[in-house]
Structures are given as structure tokens and as C-alpha cells.
């Protein structure tokens, strides 16, 4: 079993930025695909950035250029750089992670509770 606990969020103005965390424990944390998903009041829940166990990235076109996603795995943590934020941006973060097969992931996917990033213009 795997435990997720986001932190980092707030309220910013556009072309700020924040750093948010995911600090994971349970077994084998490296072994995981881990990454961001957003999801604003009344849309659905959109991939933002993920990050393999060999430490291959994917990213969102939306936010290529100005999100970084990292991990440690001393830490059993991952992060996520948000630089020059925007409105759109406005959304509740969470951090999850799953085993990846391609495009697909397999089994459990465990999520964390959320952190509110708020982007005002």
C-alpha cells in the first residue's frame, strides 16, 4: 500500500511561481510512475507531468517550458517547478502513482488528497 501527501500550494499572481511536493511511503516507491494530475471546479481531471522510474518526463503541451518535474528517491519524493503561472493554470493538484505499460498503467493507482493552487490575473 502506498500513501500520498501533497504540499505546496497557493494563491499567486500571474508569472509567479510555486514548487509543489508529494512525499510517498509504502514499498518499492522507485519502482513507480509518478506525477501531477489538475482538475479545476466543474472539469475533469487532466494530466500535467510524469515522471518514469528512469527518470524519463512527459508534460502536458499547456505547460511544456514552464513545469519541471523531479523525483528523489532518497526521499521517496517528487516535485513539481511551476514557473510563469497563469489564470488557467488555477486548479487542485494531485500527486499519483501506478505501475506504467506504455500509454497504460496496471493495478492500483494511488492518489493524494490534493493541494489548491489558486493563479490570479
Known amino acids: 500500500q502506498v500513501q500520498l501527501v501533497e504540499s505546496g500550494g497557493g494563491l499567486v499572481q500571474a508569472g509567479e511561481s510555486l514548487r509543489l511536493s508529494c512525499a510517498a511511503s509504502?514499498?518499492?516507491?522507485?519502482?513507480?510512475?509518478m506525477g501531477w494530475y489538475h482538475q479545476a471546479p466543474g472539469k475533469q481531471r487532466e494530466l500535467v507531468a510524469s515522471?518514469?522510474?528512469?527518470?524519463?518526463?512527459e508534460y502536458a503541451d499547456s505547460v511544456k517550458g514552464r513545469f519541471s518535474i523531479s523525483r528523489n528517491n532518497a526521499k521517496n519524493t517528487v516535485y513539481l517547478q511551476m514557473n510563469s503561472l497563469k489564470p488557467e493554470d488555477t486548479a487542485v493538484y494531485y500527486c499519483?502513482?501506478?505501475?506504467?505499460?506504455?500509454?497504460?498503467?496496471?493495478?492500483?493507482?494511488?492518489w493524494g488528497q490534493g493541494t489548491q493552487v489558486t493563479v490570479s490575473s
Open positions: 509504502g514499498s518499492n516507491i522507485p519502482a513507480y510512475t
Open positions: 515522471i518514469a522510474p528512469n527518470s524519463v518526463t
Open positions: 499519483y502513482a501506478g505501475i506504467r505499460r506504455g500509454t497504460l498503467y496496471w493495478g492500483t493507482v494511488y
